[in-house]
């Protein structure tokens, strides 16, 4: 069955249909809700109610949208929700330790990639938390999930001119800050 039928079928009552798209799609979502948040309990907490959100709006999906744009939008939104509450309270972004990270790793890595892997993870970090929570998405959606463009207007509901120097702004303080390890990725 494909995401639209599981659509149509879960407005019926199908709870099994519902079921099946947070089974497609929850991995995904946790891994730009992880990424957006940089803390694997506040990425959990994003998508549970983002397939919530989702469950209880149903009835509005627009059946010409593609239904991952559609949770992917739900789950930045909370993803932004719980980024505004962090910067009311201050908090600084926990760790994106890459023992955490959804994705696993190929190979073990020798002791002086190690070592540069910890720079880069840190300096990456100091970027994330440079940016804002829109130039956060679009940077996390481009660069770590390899979405379009319009893929990344679509889930943030925004124009291809907000997307582009949303995305330009936060590569431009990602190399800002990560500049100083160029001389020791050679």
Not at 82 to 100: A, F, G, N, Y
Request: aromatic fraction near 6%.
């Amino acid at each position: 069955m494909d995401d639209s039928a599981a659509v149509a079928q879960a407005r019926a009552g199908d709870s099994e249909a519902f079921r099946l798209l947070v089974e497609r799609h929850s991995r995904a979502l946790f891994k730009l809700a992880y990424r957006m948040t940089g803390n694997e309990h506040d990425a959990e907490d994003v998508v549970q109610e983002a397939f919530l959100k989702a469950y209880r709006s149903l009835d509005r999906f627009e059946e010409r949208s593609q239904v991952s744009s559609w949770l992917y939008r739900i789950a930045s939104n909370c993803a932004f929700d719980v980024l505004r509450r962090r910067q009311r309270r201050d908090k600084p972004l926990d760790s994106l330790d890459v023992e955490h990270a959804p994705e696993p790793e190929a190979e073990a890595p020798g002791p002086d990639r190690v070592a540069l892997g910890g720079d880069v993870r840190r300096g990456l970090e100091a970027a994330l938390e440079s940016m804002s929570a829109r130039e956060r998405a679009a940077f996390v959606l481009r660069h770590f999930e390899g979405r379009s463009v319009k893929e990344i207007e679509l889930a943030l509901g925004l124009d291809t001119t907000a997307v582009k120097q949303s995305v330009c702004r936060a590569v431009r303080k990602a190399r800002q800050v990560l500049a100083p390890l160029a001389g020791t990725l050679s």
